[in-house]
């Protein structure tokens, strides 16, 4: 996972936060051990912080980006899983 940062306003008073994650996967067959389907996903997701937030209220906000982002790679991966065995 990846994270990068820009001011958004002048005075430094909000920074925006942008967070990209990559994935790469394996569905392998259990008994062979054959690889069935192979492939990568990135998503990027983005948050803000400002002076008056409280660091409780920033890790909040950090986090619900990092469960977006896992929610959007798993149905990348869903959506792949479909695609190939349908």
């Known amino acids: 996972m990846t994270s ?3 001011a ?6 909000i ?8 994935v790469e996967y ?6 062979s051990r054959s690889i069935l389907l192979k492939g990568k996903e990135t998503s990027t ?8 937030y409280t660091g409780f209220a920033t890790e ?3 986090e619900d980006t990092y469960k ?3 929610e959007t790679i ?8 479909i695609i190939n065995f349908r």
């Open 4 to 6: 990068s940062y820009s």
């Open 8 to 13: 958004i306003t002048k005075e430094n008073e």
């Open 15 to 22: 920074t925006r936060y942008s967070v990209t994650m990559k």
């Open 26 to 31: 394996e569905l392998i067959e259990k008994k």
């Open 45 to 52: 997701s983005d948050y803000s912080a400002a002076l008056t």
């Open 60 to 62: 909040v906000a950090k």
């Open 68 to 70: 977006r982002l896992a």
């Open 74 to 81: 798993a149905e990348k991966i869903n959506t792949q899983i």
